[in-house]
């Protein structure tokens, strides 16, 4: 299984240094790495540091000032170092009001990112899955997006976590998802990727064409980087 590391996951080895975080990254198995932030780095030395790695800065979650302010140069910057993805972490997609406030600038974000080759989505957490006037305010910003503009990368982890199945949302939603983040649960904790209860490998069969991305925010077996050998070893015999 090809399978690439959030690197929100291993934060606090990236802000001690990022190249060395990015070394034992690649000795784990992982093809490619999402950014979450780029450490002061330099675009053309990243892609060479990647390059050297055998890694694929394959996407990056970029926060929603950022995109309404500092798109063009973020895009230069993800150009440079090869990505395909550009993806927003996350809003305040509480109401049905709200997503549709949201809707319309997604729309003009993701524009401009497909006029410059990029495809642009959003990654959900668990509130924009609480009801809101009989309806997932997720779902009306989903409806009121251009499927053309705005794609989804699903957090399995918040689905499960928000109440819903995953593997039913999935297979209502896959045809929007070209990137889906794998992240396990167990109860309501976020466990290594072999420890949960998340059919990851019935994922894989569901939806084979998605890019793979695996994120761990909680760690209870051992550090950031162990948990992300250790899931690793697991994903890639998936």
């Given at each position: 299984m090809k399978i690439y590391l959030q690197l929100w996951s291993v934060k606090d080895d990236t802000q001690t240094d990022f190249f060395s975080t990015l070394e034992r990254v690649a000795e784990m198995g992982y093809a490619g790495v999402e950014f979450a932030g780029f450490g002061g780095i330099p675009a053309g030395e990243m892609k060479q540091k990647l390059d050297e790695l055998g890694l694929e800065g394959i996407s990056a979650h970029v926060g929603y000032?950022?995109?309404?302010?500092?798109?063009?140069?973020?895009?230069?910057?993800?150009?440079?170092?090869?990505?395909?993805?550009?993806?927003?972490?996350?809003?305040?997609?509480?109401?049905?009001?709200?997503?549709?406030?949201?809707?319309?600038?997604?729309?003009?974000?993701?524009?401009?990112?497909?006029?410059?080759?990029?495809?642009?989505?959003?990654?959900?957490?668990?509130?924009?899955?609480?009801?809101?006037?009989?309806?997932?305010?997720?779902?009306?910003?989903?409806?009121?997006?251009?499927?053309?503009?705005?794609?989804?990368?699903?957090?399995?982890?918040?689905?499960?976590?928000?109440?819903?199945?995953?593997?039913?949302?999935?297979?209502?939603?896959k045809e929007r998802c070209p990137m889906i983040h794998l992240k396990q649960i167990k109860g309501k904790d976020n466990v290594n990727a072999q420890d949960g209860t998340i059919d990851f490998a019935k994922i894989k069969e569901m939806c084979p064409d998605a890019v793979f991305v695996y994120e761990q925010e909680e760690y209870p077996a051992g550090t950031p980087l162990e948990c992300a050998a250790k899931s690793a070893e697991y994903l890639l015999t998936l």
């Open positions: 000032d950022i995109l309404v302010n500092d798109l063009e140069a973020t895009l230069v910057y993800l150009k440079t170092i090869g990505a395909k993805y550009i993806i927003c972490p996350g809003a305040e997609v509480k109401s049905v009001k709200q997503a549709k406030e949201f809707a319309v600038e997604f729309n003009k974000i993701g524009k401009k990112c497909a006029e410059q080759g990029f495809v642009f989505g959003y990654h959900n957490h668990n509130w924009e899955l609480a009801p809101d006037e009989g309806v997932y305010p997720l779902d009306v910003l989903f409806e009121e997006t251009d499927p053309k503009y705005v794609k989804q990368q699903p957090d399995v982890f918040w689905i499960d976590y928000a109440g819903l199945d995953a593997m039913e949302y999935l297979q209502a939603h």
